[in-house]
C-alpha cells in the first residue's frame, strides 16, 4: 500500500464550477499536510498547509483534513481556468517534515 | 529575490555516461532538498543538506549517485554511470528552517537512451 495515494485524474470542469480534489494517507505519524500546485515544466509551489485535523481556508481554496479516516481535501470555489495545473497532496510527520507527496490529480478548467 | 535555480533544464545522456546535475539554492537557506519523479510515480524524497551536511539520505536510490554541498551553498548530484531507469526529473528545493515552506525549483529533466 502506498503512503499517500491520489487518483491521477485527468479532472475536467467547467469554469466557475467547485473542485473537490481529495487524497488518503497510512501513516499515522503525518502532522502536517500540504497540497502543492504544479504547472507544466514547472517545480510544485506549496499552495496550502494545515497542522493535523480541520479546516483552513484561503481565498477560493479550502483544505480540509480528518485524521480519524485519514482523508484529506481541498476545495476550490469558483475555479479559473488558471486554476489549471497537476495539484499534489503531501502530509509530513513531525520529525522531518520532508512531505511525502502523492501522484497528483489533474485538474483541467475550461472556460 | 532569486527563487531555486537548476542546472541544465534538460539532459539527455547515453547509458554508462556520467551527468551533473546543479541547484543553487535562495541565498540563506541552509536546508537544501533532492527529489525525483520517475514518470508516472510520485515525487520521491533522495536527500536533505543541512548546510554542507547530509542530514538525511535516505532516498537515495544506490551508490550511482552523489550529491554534494561544498560550502553550504550550491548542491550537486551526479549519476554515474547512468542506467534507463534513472530517468526522470530531478527537483531541488530549499529553505530556511526546515519547519518552513521549501521552495522548488524548475526540475531537471533526464533522459537516460
Known amino acids: 500500500q502506498k503512503e499517500v495515494e491520489q487518483d491521477p485524474g485527468p479532472l475536467s470542469v467547467p469554469e466557475g464550477a467547485i473542485v473537490s480534489l481529495n487524497c488518503t494517507y497510512s501513516n499515522s505519524a503525518f502532522q502536517y499536510f500540504m497540497w502543492y500546485r504544479q504547472y507544466s515544466r514547472k517545480g510544485p509551489e506549496l499552495l496550502m498547509y494545515?497542522?493535523?485535523?480541520g479546516n483552513k481556508e484561503d481565498g477560493r481554496f479550502t483544505a480540509q483534513v480528518d485524521k480519524s479516516s485519514k482523508y484529506i481535501s481541498l476545495f476550490i470555489r469558483d475555479s479559473q481556468p488558471s486554476d489549471s495545473a497537476t495539484y499534489l497532496c503531501a502530509p509530513a510527520s513531525g520529525g522531518s517534515y520532508i512531505p511525502t507527496f502523492g501522484r497528483g490529480t489533474s485538474l483541467i478548467v475550461h472556460p | 529575490e532569486a527563487g531555486v535555480t537548476q542546472f541544465p533544464s534538460h539532459s539527455v545522456i547515453e547509458k554508462g555516461q556520467t551527468v551533473t546535475l546543479r541547484c543553487d539554492p535562495i541565498?540563506?537557506?541552509?536546508?537544501l532538498y533532492w527529489y525525483r519523479r520517475v514518470m508516472g510515480k510520485e515525487i520521491k524524497f533522495l536527500l536533505h543538506f543541512v548546510k554542507e551536511s547530509k542530514q538525511d539520505e535516505s532516498g537515495m536510490p544506490n551508490n550511482r549517485f552523489l550529491a554534494e554541498r561544498t560550502g553550504g551553498t550550491y548542491s550537486t548530484l551526479k549519476v554515474q554511470p547512468a542506467e534507463l531507469e534513472d530517468s526522470g526529473v530531478y527537483f531541488c528545493a530549499s529553505n530556511r528552517g526546515s519547519n518552513t515552506e521549501a521552495f522548488f525549483g524548475q526540475g531537471t529533466r533526464l533522459t537516460v537512451v
Open positions: 541565498s540563506g537557506h541552509d536546508n
Open positions: 494545515t497542522y493535523s485535523s
